[in-house]
């Protein structure tokens, strides 16, 4: 199936039912009371949370979402039947912008989770509502009001409790594919990962954690270079980044240098990130060169814990996991046991989160002027 994490919808809820103009008639009641009824709610549009399904190419085909309408009231006092909540299912890591407003109108984080993005239309009154002392005749109804209508852009961030942070070729979709049960492509050349790849570690019988392997960086993301903003989002629900060094890269870079481009890009993207813990891991150490590369991580990075891997010959991988299981499941508990702490987790979220908004329309701004351009 092919991965998509960005969709614009248009959503449309429920008119409301109009109100019935009625009188009671029968044999012995030729000229009875109103009794026209009133209509029915329309039915709302509503988002939700399913953590089966993993894209959103689901609404390249399928662009707008309807609710049923209510129903128009009748007489002897019927009410119209209200229309059906519509409730749309999207991947579980989805956040919901409104495409005119840049507005957040939600984030569903969790299974099941809910939000209701347009709301039907408020039923219209049949003439039996306006009757009264003074008036016993009425002749006044009202019309069902329209559901509301709303262009809405869903964009999905992978959740995974560890991500994998580094330049092209790093190493990242051969430890994914070590650890886990996941297949991406794997190749000696840049940029062989277009999309995220997630793989569930298990280091235990009860005992395992999310990895997202997510296409590598270059100098210039923040600002859309590359992949741009399209990869960096994916790490904004991480708990734990992984930042893998190529311990001997092809090109002859230095290995350093390459890691603090990778860290300023990110910075730059989101200042948040900065609140991260990041663990630094020189990955091919199986590779002739690699051997003073800890060394120098150490020397630049002495507050960071470091591991040496070689996703091919096994070295370190399991020191490496078994520690960042370690930290997800103490993680894990301090947020359930200290609400202050998860309060903080969610407001960094959030913050990220506004960060992925702006870049995001930043980079649909200059999208659309490059189209005027070639058009002109």
């Known amino acids: ?16 039912g109009d109100g019935c103009l009625s009188f009671h008639r029968g044999p012995n009641l030729p000229k009875g009371g109103p009794d026209g009824g009133d209509g029915g709610d329309g039915g709302d549009v509503r988002l939700v949370g399913d953590a ?14 309807r609710a049923e309408s209510g129903r128009p009231g009748g007489g002897r006092d019927k009410t ?66 329209p559901g509301e209508s709303r262009r809405l852009r869903l964009t999905l961030n992978v959740i995974a409790d560890v991500g994998l942070l580094g330049m092209p070729n790093a190493g990242k979709s051969t430890l994914i594919a070590r650890v886990s049960a996941s297949r991406p492509k794997i190749a000696d050349y840049p940029f062989t990962t277009l999309v995220p ?6 280091v235990g019988e009860d005992a395992s954690f999310v990895m997202a392997d997510v296409p590598g960086l270059i100098p210039g993301a923040s600002s859309g270079a590359g992949l741009g903003y399209r990869f960096l989002k994916h790490l904004t629900r991480t708990r734990l980044l992984l930042h893998l060094v190529d311990a ?36 091919k150490m199986d590779l002739t060169g690699s051997e ?3 060394t120098r991580l150490e020397e630049a990075f002495p507050d960071r814990p470091r591991f040496a891997i070689s996703a091919v010959t096994g070295f370190g991988i399991d020191d490496l996991t078994r520690a960042a299981m370690g930290w997800v499941s103490r993680y894990r508990a301090r947020v359930n046991d200290d609400a202050e702490f998860a309060h903080r987790e969610r407001e960094l979220n959030d913050a990220v989160a506004d960060d992925v908004r702006r870049h995001s329309i930043g980079q649909r701004g200059t999208e659309s002027r490059h189209r005027g351009s070639s058009l002109g």
């Not at 089966?52 to 979402?65: E, I, K, Q």
């Not at 939000?115 to 006044?140: D, E, I, L, Y």
Request: charged fraction near 25%; charge should be negative.
């Open 1 to 16: 199936m092919k991965f998509v994490d960005e969709a614009v919808i248009e959503v449309e809820a429920g008119k409301g």
């Open 52 to 65: 089966a399904l993993n894209t959103l190419v689901d609404f390249r085909f399928m662009p707008r979402c």
């Open 80 to 145: 119209g039947a209200s229309g059906g909540t519509l409730e749309v299912r999207v991947p579980v890591g989805t956040r919901i912008i409104d495409d005119e407003t840049s507005t957040s109108v939600g984030d569903l984080a969790v299974e099941d989770q809910a939000v209701t993005v347009a709301k039907g239309g408020a039923r219209g009154f049949g003439n039996a509502h306006f009757k009264s002392s003074t008036n016993r005749a009425p002749r006044q109804t009202t019309p069902g009001s």
């Open 197 to 202: 790849n997630l793989g569930v570690v298990r």
């Open 248 to 283: 001997a890269p092809m090109d002859g870079s230095d290995p350093l240098a390459n890691c603090r481009q990778i860290e300023e890009e990110l910075y730059a993207y989101s200042s948040v990130f900065r609140e991260r813990d990041i663990w630094m891991v020189a990955t």
């Open 292 to 294: 003073d590369v800890v």
